[in-house]
């Protein structure tokens, strides 16, 4: 699999969490949704810049 394949797919996994959780924020549901999307998201973002830090 492609470097960007690998890292889209997650990432739209994560943005399809938030945008379902968004539309459910009245219920617990979707509050969870939009905070597993939000830290999936962040996690991410944090181990790219990680992995192309120097070591």
């Given at each position: ?37 939000t ?17």
């Amino acid at each position: 699999m492609s470097p960007f394949l690998s890292l889209f797919i997650p990432v739209f996994g994560f943005l399809v969490l938030l945008t379902i959780g968004f539309s459910l924020r009245e219920r617990n549901i979707g509050v969870l949704m939009m905070w597993l999307g939000t830290l999936g998201i962040f996690g991410l973002t944090c181990w790219t810049i990680l992995e192309k830090l120097p070591t």
